[in-house]
């Protein structure tokens, strides 16, 4: 019923921004990134993945690295919030673009919310609880969508620092990952005995699962921010400055 819910509200959102789109200029290689990143949102969140977060670790990492690393970007780059502008109260979308406007706020959330899920009893209520469970997902989303915004740089943000401090800013995001994979990969003792009491369908045991999931955070974080990083470095080089949004 949750995942049949969830898909009905992301297959809405998909629909509205692509009735949208039809009547505005906006690219079609950005349009067809925010689909691609609401279809990352549907398998963290409602797809047949969704089943396997409680009984391996891998499952529930590869659900937040898809809600918190790869789909906020995509959907950014879609730029929906210019392309739905007509329907959104103009005094809270001023308040929003200041919000999202402080680099340091959005870092700081994203890290806050990344290393409190992986707290076990944390991560144990919300695989316990569906209320919190669904709480978990929301905010590894909204967060990362928070982190990604002043990267990204969608409409309407205006941009605090200068772009260079976001290589810094990417660079910065992989220490709490680094930390937390690598207490993962290299632990000999499983962090979360939650699982030992799952139902396997892996021949993976927990401590290999719990293994492997730190080595998909390490190996997925580093990749994105640092093809977002190179991306960032050639708009810096490139002749007149950064590369002005389509």
Known sequence: MREALLT??????????FRAWLRSRIPA?????????????????????????????TAHMAQHLLLMTLAPPL????????????GLPQLRLARLARLLNQPAFCWLSAAAVLVAW????????????????LLEHASFFVTGLLFWWPVVQPWPSVPRWPRWAMLLYLFLATLPCDVLSG???????????????????????????????????WTCVTLVLLVAGTLVSMQLLWPGGPAKRS
């Open 183 to 217: 207490l993962l990969v290299f632990s000999d003792r499983v962090a979360y005995p939650m699982y030992l009491c799952a139902p396997r369908h892996s021949s993976l045991s927990v401590l290999d699962d719990q293994q492997c999931a730190g080595a998909l955070m």
């Open 118 to 133: 992986h707290v076990p009893a944390l991560l144990r209520l919300g695989i316990q609880s569906q209320a919190w469970h």
């Open 8 to 17: 009905l509200i992301i297959a809405g959102a998909a629909i509205a921004y």
């Open 29 to 57: 290689w950005r349009a067809a990134s925010l689909i691609f990143g609401l279809f990352l949102t549907w398998a963290a969140v409602a797809s047949p993945l969704a089943h396997f977060d409680d009984r391996m670790l």
């Open 75 to 86: 959907i950014w780059l879609g730029e929906p919030v210019k392309l739905l502008r007509p």
